[in-house]
């Protein structure tokens, strides 16, 4: 895995910022766009979190009453650090992370490799464009559902002033092992940021 990747937001919502991941410059899940997740998806079993970060999303998902697994491959003092998702040999029922950005194919190959019943990715909606997925994501294992975000994330450094508005839209990649096959194209209803908002990310 490369020591930089590309996230879009901070500060001024059309720069696209590199995040070091052995540095301070990291980004975050903002609460409510997990919340968005959870409030749409049911998940029975353990959920594992393997780009956890400083826990921001795995918090979150804590509040679906099932365990929720931590790890990440840099130690940001949550989980357990030193994990290399992509080498893993560890299997449970659902997998939910927001994965770097030039590691998104690969984690999606893992995740359906390590997951038995759902398996979540939160990506740029364009992640949907690009011949080459579209003849080896989309066409052997496309998503079951597809949920594309009302509102605009933007993701700040910690302890940034978060103000303005992303400029990428974002969605969440759904696989569900049960669901009958072909993907569905869903919408989250608008008022998920204002409903959270005040909820840490962290």
Known sequence: MDSTYNLNGGFKPALKRFADLDGPDFYPTPAWATHALIDNEKFEGDIWECACGNGAMSEVLAQTGGKVISSDLYDRGYGEPGQ?????????PNIVTNPPYNSAEGFVRAGLEKSD???????????????NRQRTIFTDTPPSRVWVFSERI??????????????????????????????????FKPGYKARFSSIPSS
């Open 84 to 92: 290399d998702f992509l080498k893993s040999c560890m299997r449970v």
């Open 117 to 131: 019943r759902k398996f979540a990715l939160l990506l740029r909606l364009a992640f949907l464009e690009g011949a």
């Open 154 to 187: 933007t993701f700040y450094p910690v302890g940034a002033v978060q103000k303005g508005t992303g400029t990428t839209a974002y969605a969440w990649f759904v696989w569900d092992k049960n669901a009958p096959s072909g993907t569905e194209l869903r919408w």
